[in-house]
């Protein structure tokens, strides 16, 4: 059964920065592309960055790019998302899933807050 599972949200204030983990397993092959999606309170549900499931190519909304990178580690079955410069606004919960695209399995969040 494929598991997603987020870590490394927390408080941080602006201009701050977090790292999250997003810890994958039972894929029956090497996953497949894994995405970054945040939803705010009252807000939809948005993809913010993906990466794919081989030579590792990577996709950002314009609201990231240039502060938040999105990497993975095969070895740990692991995606990385690197948040720096965090805004107020970037305030949210923030989930894994695969794929990118027509996305089957979600993790279960980690609450991001940017507050003074």
């Known amino acids: 059964q494929v598991q997603l599972v987020e870590s490394g949200g927390g408080l941080v204030e602006p201009g701050g920065s977090l790292r999250l983990s997003c810890a994958a397993s039972g894929f029956s092959s090497d996953f497949k592309s894994i995405g970054w999606f945040r939803q705010a309170p009252g807000k939809e549900r948005e993809g913010i960055a993906c990466?794919?499931?081989?030579?590792?190519?990577?996709l950002y909304t314009d609201s990231v790019k240039g502060r938040f990178t999105i990497s993975r580690d095969n070895a740990k079955n692991t995606v990385y998302l690197q948040m720096n410069s965090l805004k107020p606004e970037d305030s949210a919960v923030y989930y894994c899933a695969s794929p990118c695209l027509a996305t089957k399995y979600w993790g279960q969040g980690t609450q991001v807050t940017v507050s003074s």
């Open positions: 990466i794919s499931s081989s030579v590792g190519n990577t």
